[in-house]
């Protein structure tokens, strides 16, 4: 399978970005106590959503692998992060120490069936991984809803 570019333009005006990728637009800003107008979602609530996203995609394709019952799922997902390296800190990371991923899977299946379900969609969904490379502590509790 050939290697896949993803891609993504944009404009911003002060915090606000206005991006496009394929067919879509996606606005990122930041509310207004950080300088923003607060039209679409900051920065880390996208990251945070992009992987609720990507986790969704991936555990669907390997539910199919498994011939895994998958009826839904609906994630809670928190990311902690210390502001003062965003900020300017050199001494304290920029990114996320900390993402606690809840999911409640709607199945028929039993709880092992689950918990493989997880593992299998952590080690391929990208933004996962991506997040897991770069240190970040991940709390993951997928459970049977």
């Not at 028929?108 to 689950?114: A, F, K, L, M, N």
């Amino acid at each position: 399978m050939a290697k896949v570019t993803v891609h993504v333009t944009g404009q911003s005006q002060g915090m606000q970005s206005i991006l496009t990728t394929g067919n879509h637009t996606i606005t990122i800003d930041e509310p207004p106590k950080m300088g923003g107008k607060d039209t679409g979602a900051d920065p880390l609530q996208t990251l945070l959503s992009a992987l609720a996203g990507c986790e969704n995609v991936i555990a669907n394709l390997v539910a199919k692998e498994m011939e895994f019952d998958l009826q839904g799922i609906e994630f809670d997902i928190k990311g902690e992060i210390d502001p003062r390296g965003l900020m300017g800190n050199p001494d304290v990371r920029p990114y996320f120490e900390k993402v606690m991923i809840g999911a409640s899977v709607k199945t028929t299946e039993s709880q092992d069936r689950v918990n493989e379900l997880q593992e299998r969609t952590d080690k391929r969904c990208p933004v996962y991984t991506t997040l897991e490379a770069a240190g970040v502590e991940l709390e993951v509790v997928w459970k049977k809803a």
